[in-house]
């Protein structure tokens, strides 16, 4: 994982740009997520009428559906939530 510089968004190690404010991934350092109370969402998100499967930790249902809404897209299912033991 690695955490955007400009708005601190969290991103894959694949992904080079930020989609939040397109700012590029550089040299940001990867970090890992040691909070217990994260959990990984698998879910199926639209935008500009291309489907997409995504997979990213969140605090809640809530942190998804902000950070969906956030970059322009539409939630449309949630399809497996992953809860660390
Ligand atoms: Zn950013």
Redesign the pocket.
């Known amino acids: 994982m690695w955490r955007?510089k400009?708005?601190g968004?969290a991103f894959e190690e694949n992904t080079a740009v930020?989609w939040?404010?397109g700012?590029a991934r550089r040299d940001a350092p990867s970090f890992e997520v040691k909070r217990k109370n994260v959990r990984t969402y698998v879910y199926r998100w639209k935008i500009n009428g291309v489907e997409y499967k995504g997979s990213r930790e969140f605090g809640d249902e809530a942190g998804l559906r902000g950070h969906i809404k956030k970059i322009g897209g539409e939630l449309l299912e949630i399809i497996e939530v992953k809860r660390y033991p």
Do not use: G, P, R
């Open positions: 955007c400009k708005c968004e930020c939040s404010c700012t």
